[in-house]
């Protein structure tokens, strides 16, 4: 873990430095700074002045308190909020001015950035308080619950931060991002759990609510009982998932199950998912997506053989997923990790040559050459990989969607390549806590021993475990609701914000014809009860 600057924590701890040198020396020069609203504060005037008619004439909304960290959240946060007064809402802006959730940073420039912030956003008052944590103060006493809640987000930051499974605590590195997780998340615990206490709003907003601070004031407000909603990004543009009382993290879609899925699929929604599916399987980009979900096209399944010299032993297809991508943070149910999962797998399988097992490792790997690779995870579980076992690389020019036509049987951890392999009628057996896990067409094992029996039974009669016309329908249905009905419209993705800003500034987002695609959106970031046109 990098050091603070010494002198610079010293200046810190006096009074009325950071606050000096910054009127006199540093207000108004350019920042260096990774932690940088110099262009949010340049464009709120007259954004709030865009807003300040709509927000006249609406009728009055909830108390919201809506918490950012990070410079890319606050800018979007500041924007969405001005969006929800203008709607009607009260709303409170709470920021955590951290640059990185991984370093230290001394104190002198911590206390600098609030100020920083401050003056970005106080263009925003009225129709937007804004208050920042770090001058909040913290409640002594925490509940046990949450201080279990501390620890269990503080290994999750560290897992997401690294990029691996694995954390040694006896490493003076790991423990070292551990102890630092433990300390900010703390005092986020501290902070968020006495202002609630005393403000009570109707709704805490909070973007991923899963990892680090935005996680931890997630737990408090559920803790409280006060309404929170979470909210992150797919891979479209123009879209976003929104969870009500969970993380969104954690994919929880059995109110769309219960609400959609029970609806009739026409012809018309197979053939959306059919399209989505032949462009994932073409290698091309898919709606307003820029994200290429197989980097080789599709060729075909016998030249897919071919190329894995594979026979006519039955394919057991394991598709990963990439360690440490917080879709798979607390997902484990029987399995440890997905590293132990894997491990164990494929050392069952290394004694079953009656059968060819194919590893996909995720291509999204490729993006993330920091993450421990599953391919690793394989070659440290069977150093002398037998011949019957087939490790594809995230590189490799194989496309995961000859894989899944081919295959006699699939295993999944959360990854959506087993929804799409169930879609093929093929047994799925799925060992994460998934989305579409017990939804009646994968094989959902609670522990090792329902996990390997469960394996026995079907390799005995594959034929005989494959998934009928009704469950394949289903399985079309659910992934129809998933793809298209579980995101909602949203004008401005995270990483596109200035971008997608200039497409749909707020007076277009405010118009009649924003309000037309997007308003439903904004009633459910409040917590109105989710509907469907």
């Known amino acids: 873990m990098p050091k603070t600057n010494p002198l610079r924590d010293l200046l810190g701890g006096l009074p009325y430095t950071a606050e000096i040198d910054w009127m006199l020396r540093q207000r108004n020069r350019p920042r260096k700074d ?20 709509f927000a006249k004439n609406a009728k009055s909304g909830k108390t919201v308190l809506f918490f950012a960290t990070l410079h890319y959240w606050i800018e979007q946060s500041a924007y969405l909020g001005l969006v929800l007064a203008g709607l009607g809402h009260e709303v409170t802006l709470l920021t955590l001015p951290y640059s990185e959730w991984h370093k230290q940073k001394d104190s002198f420039s911590q206390r600098q950035r609030i100020l920083h912030t401050k003056d970005a956003l106080a263009s925003l008052s009225p129709l937007v308080k804004h208050a920042s944590m770090l001058d909040l103060r913290p409640a002594t006493v925490l509940p046990d619950i949450l201080l279990a809640d501390i620890k269990e987000i503080s290994l999750w930051d560290v897992q997401y931060t690294l990029m691996r499974e694995e954390v040694n605590m006896n490493d003076a590195s790991d423990r070292a991002l551990y102890d630092l997780r433990i300390q900010r998340n703390t005092f986020a615990a501290q902070a968020a759990f006495e202002y609630l206490q005393s403000h009570k709003p109707d709704v805490v907003l909070i973007p991923n609510g899963l990892i680090l601070e935005m996680g931890v004031v997630f737990r408090v407000a559920r803790y409280l009982n006060i309404d929170a909603v979470t909210y992150e990004f797919n891979d479209q543009r123009e879209q976003i998932w929104i969870a009500q009382n969970s993380s969104i993290m954690q994919q929880d879609t059995d109110y769309l199950v219960i609400a959609r899925c029970q609806l009739q699929i ?155 392999t169930a879609m093929n009628g093929c047994p799925v057996i799925s060992c994460g806590e998934t989305h579409y896990r017990g939804r009646g067409f994968t094989l959902d094992p609670n522990s090792w021993d329902e996990y390997y029996a469960t394996l026995e039974k079907v390799l005995a009669d594959i034929p005989a475990h494959q998934l009928d016309e009704k469950q394949t329908e289903f399985a079309w249905n659910y992934a129809y609701r998933f793809f298209f009905e579980y995101p909602r419209p949203f004008p401005w993705r995270l990483m596109n914000f200035w971008d997608d800003l200039e497409v749909w500034p707020l007076e277009r987002v405010l118009s009649e014809e924003g309000l037309a695609q997007f308003n439903d959106t904004f009633d459910f970031l409040v917590n109105e009860p989710f509907t469907w046109k």
């Not at 894995?308 to 484990?332: H, K, Q």
């Not at 590893?359 to 150093?383: C, D, F, N, W, Y």
């Not at 894989?403 to 049987?409: C, S």
């Open 34 to 53: 990774h932690f940088n609203l110099d262009r949010l504060q340049k464009s709120l005037p007259a954004a709030r002045a865009v807003v300040d008619p």
């Open 266 to 420: 026409t012809d018309s929604m197979f053939e959306r998912v059919a399209d989505l599916e032949n462009a994932r399987r073409g290698a091309r980009v898919w709606g307003k997506s820029k994200r290429l979900w197989q980097y080789v096209s599709s060729q075909g399944a016998q030249e897919t053989r071919k190329l894995l010299n594979l026979d006519d032993r039955p394919i057991v297809m394991l598709a990963a997923n990439v360690l440490g991508d917080s879709l798979t943070l607390g997902r484990d149910i029987f399995a440890a990790s997905m590293t132990e999962w894997i491990t164990k797998t494929v050392q069952f399988f290394a004694t079953r040559p009656e059968v060819q097992m194919v590893i996909r490792v995720h291509p999204g790997e490729k993006l993330v050459p920091q993450a421990k690779s599953m391919g690793t995870v394989v070659r440290e579980a069977l150093p002398e990989l037998p011949s019957h076992i087939h490790v594809i690389g995230a590189l490799d020019k194989i496309n995961t969607y000859d894989l899944i036509e081919i295959a006699d049987v699939g295993l999944a951890y959360t990854t959506t390549v087993g929804l799409e």
